[in-house]
């Protein structure tokens, strides 16, 4: 029953690995999007897929590589870890980029040693 | 680029009324959110206001003045559960729905 959902819920690693987080909805909503939340709680966009095509990319590191293998999932992969990239991790869906409810996953929250 | 600036955090006792500001600059606004986030999970969408004026719905109303860039938060009949941070987010720019948030305000209710 679960709208949005994440794997896995907590992710421990050291710096320099890759690791992905996966992404998936049950909603039917065309428009997924991942969400970077730091220590201070500032939630922040970083990609948005709207059918299968990226529709927004703010000043995200090309460690961070999005792959959408169908409507209904979106997973980040991150290479080379850094630690500033320990953060709470959200995946969001909406029906329609134009949409204006976006329905959030439980988070990922990644500690990068 | 878009500014939004609300109060890092406040208190307020159960079984009282809370309002959260929300101030914002940015060119090309869309519409105002706010959303509520508990300590440990995911936001949830609480409201989302595009016009001028007051939208309630239930215990929760939120205001809109598009031309202070001016919003509120009003929580009514305060519950413990009430606590939580309540993240306001504005979207701008050619019928971009994709929002950014402020920092987010703590609210702590106590008995």
Known sequence: DTAVSQTPKYLVTQMGNDKSIKCEQNLGHDTMYWYKQDSKKFLKIMFSYNNKELIINETVPNRFSPKSPDKAHLNLHINSLELGDSAVYFCASSQGAQSHEQFFGPGTRLTVL | ?111
Not at chain 2, 15 to 34: D, E, K, M, P, R
Not at chain 2, 80 to 97: E, R
């Open chain 2, 1 to 111: 680029g878009q500014n939004i600036d609300q109060p890092t955090e406040m208190t307020a006792t159960e079984g009282a009324i809370v309002q959260i500001n929300c101030t914002y600059q940015t060119s090309g606004f869309n519409g105002l959110f706010w959303y509520q986030q508990h300590a440990g999970e995911a936001p949830t969408f609480l409201s989302y206001n595009v016009l001028d004026g007051l939208e309630e719905k239930g215990r929760f109303s939120s205001f809109l003045s598009r031309s202070k860039g001016y919003s509120y938060l009003l929580l009514k009949e305060l519950q413990m559960k009430d606590s939580a941070s309540y993240l306001c987010a504005v979207t701008a720019g050619g019928g971009s729905y994709i929002p950014t948030f402020g920092r987010g305000t703590s609210l702590i209710v106590h008995p």
